[in-house]
């Protein structure tokens, strides 16, 4: 399957955008809160709706706040999807001391190990190994005169 690759940055950044839909969807609700209640707006709907039977104004209000439901319950999950997804990210960052030669990698204590090796211990990543054509040639060249007989 295809993985998916999360920055932190990625994730605070679309964080932010869902909180930011969240507290506005909370402030047009309170602001609606305010306005409806001075002036008595649901009372005139249910009046212009009795009066106007076929605009269906009942069913409109009612689909629009099982709509404004779905559309909280919906960031929610992407807010709480965001969070577990930035729970576990895990970035290599810095310097790694690396041999030249070998590849190996200098861990915090001082020790050497491969890199396969350091990378599993500090990241999510798992290896699968393989052999690429330019090495296949120069380490096994008989492989290559066999596999085109």
């Known amino acids: 399957g295809e993985s998916k690759t999360f920055t932190k940055e990625f994730i605070i950044k679309k964080t932010k955008k869902i909180l930011f839909d969240a507290v506005l969807v909370l402030v047009i609700t309170v602001l609606t809160f305010i306005v409806a209640g001075?002036?008595?707006?649901?009372?005139?709907?249910v009046e212009m709706s009795h009066k106007y039977e076929?605009?269906?104004l009942d069913e409109i209000i009612t689909a629009s706040?099982?709509?404004?439901i779905c559309l909280l319950v919906f960031s929610a999950r992407r807010l709480l999807e965001l969070a577990k997804a930035l729970a576990e990210v895990?970035?290599?960052?810095?310097?790694?001391?690396?041999?030249?030669f070998c590849k190996n990698i200098r861990d915090d204590e001082g020790f050497w190990q491969q890199v396969e090796a350091?990378?599993?211990?500090?990241?999510?990543?798992?290896?699968?190994?393989?052999i690429c054509p330019e090495c296949i040639k120069k380490e096994c060249p008989d492989y290559e005169k066999e596999s085109s007989t």
């Not at 706040?65 to 404004?68: D, K, W």
């Not at 350091?118 to 393989?130: R, T, W």
């Open 38 to 45: 001075e002036y008595d707006i649901l009372e005139k709907i």
């Open 54 to 56: 076929h605009f269906e």
């Open 65 to 68: 706040v099982v709509l404004l």
């Open 90 to 100: 895990k970035i290599l960052r810095g310097i790694i001391p690396i041999c030249s």
């Open 118 to 130: 350091y990378v599993q211990h500090h990241s999510e990543a798992a290896f699968s190994h393989s």
